[in-house]
């Protein structure tokens, strides 16, 4: 095989392989009142999420595919999620295998294990990070 024809067909195994990580929501059903963060929301495990008070306020936030989004009351019954934290970059494709959100002392602390395909253990980069107010993160 021919230099070019190994650079050709490795780059569109990763095209490939990168084309089945799309991290956005499924849409709601046909007919339903909720949005498809709502829909999430609903059905995240409750290790996944925080609710209670940061910096004297109240906070509701989530992790979902190793990312971290602060979950605000929309229209009726539904939710709109803003991304607060991602993680550190990394130049290959990567899964997430491990996520968590926990209190402790005035504040939430989020655990984002990604894991590089093909790669084993945890995690690739800081997978660990604290805030006091759901908003700014620091690595732990």
């Not at 130049?91 to 295998?97: F, N, S, Y």
């Not at 491990?98 to 093909?118: C, W, Y």
């Amino acid at each position: 095989m021919t230099r070019l024809a190994r650079l050709i067909l490795i780059t569109l195994s990763a095209a490939g392989a990168l084309a089945g990580c799309d991290s956005s929501l499924p849409p709601a059903p046909p007919g339903s009142k909720l949005n498809a963060e709502a829909i999430a929301t609903r059905d995240t495990p409750p290790e996944q999420q925080f609710k209670g008070m940061l910096a004297g306020q109240p906070a509701h936030l989530l992790v979902h595919n190793c990312k971290v989004y602060k979950v605000d009351q929309a229209d009726g019954e539904n939710v709109a999620w803003t991304l607060v934290l991602e993680g550190e970059f990394y130049p290959l494709p990567t899964r997430c295998i491990r996520q968590s959100l926990t209190e402790s002392k005035g504040g939430v602390t989020a655990f984002i294990g990604r894991q590089a395909f093909g790669a084993g253990g945890c995690c690739t980069g800081t997978p660990e990070y604290r805030s006091s107010d759901g908003l700014n993160w620091k690595p732990r």
